[in-house]
C-alpha cells in the first residue's frame, strides 16, 4: 500500500543552531527524505543559522556527512542528495548581537513564500532570538517559530518564556514541538479511539479497569549528563511526552479535528488530574553494570545527585468519565528494553459461565509507539482440542509493517512529519502555550515535594525494569506492570 504525499507549498526554513546535533541528526536529514519523497518543493530554501565560521560550500559537505550517517536507506541515492544539498545555505550569525541579521533579512525579503524559523538551540536564546527577529522586520503576521522542548523549568519559567515569545508573535504562529506527537502510532489513537465505534462506547470507568503508559530507555544519560542533572525524568519526560500521551488516551471528543478543538480537549484532561501522593510515585536511579556501564552518578559526574533517571506514578483524572480508573505512568533510562506502550487493561466479565478451572481472563489493547509500531488487543478465545473449555488469550495483532506492508509501517520519522505541519500551518500536533503551563502547574508539586523531603531516588540495577518499590506500588493496589518488551 503506497501512501499519497501531498507536496507543501514552497517555504524557506531558517534553522537557529543549523550545525547542532538536532539539526544534524533528525531536523536535515528528515527533511531530505521528504525531498525523496517527493513532499518538499524544489524551491524551498533551507538556510543554517549558527555561530560556526563556514561557507555555503563546508556547510553542504557537513549535512552530506550527516545524512549519509542518520538519513537512512535513501543517504545512498546521489542523485535527490546532490539537488537537495543545492537548496541549502549557511549563514553565520550572532544570537546575541548583530551579526548576521542584516544578511538574513536581505535573504528573507522580497518573495511571497512562507518563512519558518526553527530554534533548534537552547531555550535560553529563544527570547533574544524573537527579539531580533521583530527587530529587523522577520517577525511579520505570516512568520511562524518553531521551538524545541524544554520549554521551562517549572511553572514560572514557562509563564515567562510564552510571555516572551508573545511579545514578538501571536500564538497562532508558536509551535511548541514534540516529537512524540509526530509518531504513526500516537496519531492513530485518535483513529482507534474516535473512528471506531466499537471502542467509544467501552472508552470509560465502567469497563476500564487501569491504564499504564510505558517509555523505557536502555540507553543512560550518555553526554547529555549536565543538562540531564539538572532536569530529571520528571522535568525530561513525565511533564511533556508522558503526558501528551495522557491527554491523547484519556480525552473527550472533539467536537471537530482541528488545533484548537484538540488542544482544549487535552487541556482539560491536565486540569482535571488530581495532586499525586508521595506513596503513589517511586524515583529511580540507575546502578552501574558489570564494568560496562557507568552508574547514573558516575555518569553525571556527581556522586551525591539525587536526580531520578526513573519515575512511576498513580495518576488520577476526576471527572465523569475517568472517577475511579487508575492511570500509570512509568519511564526511566537503563531498562530491560526500549519500548514505549500505552496498554488499556479492561475488567473482568461481570460473570463467568466457565467456572473457576476456566481461570481470569481480560481483555487488554496494547498501543505499541516504539519498536514494531502497532496495535494488539488481546481476546479469549477456547483453545483447541478436546477436554473441556479451555480459554486462552490471543492476540488480534496490528503491526503496521505486516498488516499495511512495508509502505504502510511508519517509515516517516516524526520529526519529517511534524515539520511539514508547520509548513502546512496545522498546529494540531503542537502544545499551546496554556497546555504548557498547565503541566507544570501539576508537576511542579511533586518536585517540590521531593526537594522539602529531601527525598533520595531509589537504586535499580542497569537493564532491570526499575526500582523494587516501582513494583510494590502496583501490587498494593492488585496490579501488575506489564513486562518490559521489545
Keep these: 500500500m503506497v501512501s499519497r504525499v501531498i507536496p507543501v507549498e514552497v517555504f524557506d526554513l531558517v534553522i537557529f543552531g543549523g550545525t547542532g546535533d538536532l539539526a544534524r541528526r533528525k531536523i536535515l536529514p528528515g527533511l531530505f527524505r521528504r525531498f525523496c519523497a517527493g513532499q518538499m518543493p524544489s524551491g524551498a530554501r533551507i538556510i543554517g543559522a549558527a555561530r560556526s565560521d563556514l561557507d555555503d560550500a563546508a556547510y553542504r559537505d557537513m549535512i552530506r556527512d550527516a545524512i549519509a550517517e542518520f538519513g537512512g536507506e535513501q543517504a545512498c541515492d546521489d542523485a535527490h542528495l546532490s539537488a537537495f544539498l543545492e537548496q541549502l545555505d549557511y549563514l553565520k550569525i550572532d544570537a546575541r548581537g548583530e551579526e548576521g541579521w542584516a544578511r538574513l533579512r536581505e535573504i528573507m525579503s522580497g518573495e511571497d513564500r512562507i518563512e519558518a524559523y526553527y530554534f533548534s538551540v537552547s531555550p535560553a536564546l529563544f527570547g533574544e532570538i524573537a527579539e531580533r527577529l521583530k527587530k529587523w522586520g522577520m517577525a511579520d503576521a505570516d512568520a511562524r517559530i518553531v521551538v524545541e522542548k524544554p520549554f521551562g523549568r517549572n511553572l514560572e519559567t514557562a509563564r515567562d518564556l510564552n510571555r516572551t515569545l508573545a511579545t514578538y508573535f501571536d500564538e497562532g504562529q508558536i509551535y511548541r514541538i514534540d516529537h512524540y506527537l509526530g509518531k504513526e502510532t500516537v496519531q492513530n489513537l485518535m483513529a482507534v479511539r474516535f473512528g471506531n465505534m466499537l471502542f467509544e462506547p467501552l472508552w470509560n470507568s465502567q469497563y476500564i479497569d487501569h491504564i499504564q503508559i510505558t517509555v523505557a530507555e536502555t540507553v543512560g544519560v550518555g553526554d547529555r549528563g549536565e543538562y540531564y542533572d539538572k532536569a530529571g525524568a520528571m522535568r525530561d519526560m513525565v511533564q511533556n511526552h508522558l503526558m501528551q500521551l495522557l491527554c491523547l488516551i484519556a480525552m473527550e471528543p ?111 489493547l496494547s498501543i505499541r509507539l516504539q519498536p514494531n509500531e502497532g496495535i494488539t488487543l488481546g481476546v479469549t478465545i477456547k483453545e483447541p482440542g478436546p477436554g473441556g473449555m479451555r480459554l486462552i488469550d490471543v492476540p488480534l495483532d496490528m503491526t503496521f509493517a505486516d498488516a499495511l506492508g512495508e509502505d504502510g509501517a511508519d517509515q516517516v520519522d516524526a520529526y519529517e512529519r511534524l515539520i511539514m505541519d508547520v509548513i502546512r500551518g496545522n498546529q494540531t500536533l503542537f502544545m499551546r502555550g496554556d497546555e504548557v503551563e498547565a503541566a507544570w502547574a501539576w508537576t511542579d508539586p511533586i518536585i517540590e515535594g521531593w526537594v522539602t523531603r529531601n527525598e533520595v531516588p531509589k537504586p535499580y540495577e542497569s537493564g532491570s525494569d526499575g526500582p523494587i518499590d516501582s513494583g510494590n506500588m502496583m501490587r498494593r493496589d492488585g496490579r501488575e506492570w506489564r513486562k518490559v518488551s521489545p
Design 254 to 364: 472533539p467536537a471537530r479535528f482541528d488545533p484548537d478543538a484538540v488542544r482544549d480537549e487535552k487541556l482539560k484532561v491536565i486540569r482535571a488530574l488530581d495532586p499525586v501522593d508521595p506513596h503513589h510515585i517511586v524515583r529511580g536511579q540507575y546502578l552501574a553494570r558489570d564494568g560496562t556501564h557507568p552508574s547514573y552518578r558516575d555518569a553525571v559526574g556527581e556522586p551525591r545527585s539525587h536526580t531520578e533517571s526513573f519515575v512511576a506514578l498513580r495518576a488520577r483524572i476526576s471527572n465523569w468519565r475517568w472517577a475511579g480508573t487508575p492511570f500509570y505512568l512509568r519511564t526511566g533510562k537503563r531498562m530491560s528494553a526500549r519500548s514505549s506502550e500505552i496498554t488499556v487493561v479492561f475488567k473482568d466479565t461481570p460473570h463467568s459461565i466457565f467456572g473457576a478451572e476456566a481461570g481470569n481472563h481480560r481483555n487488554v
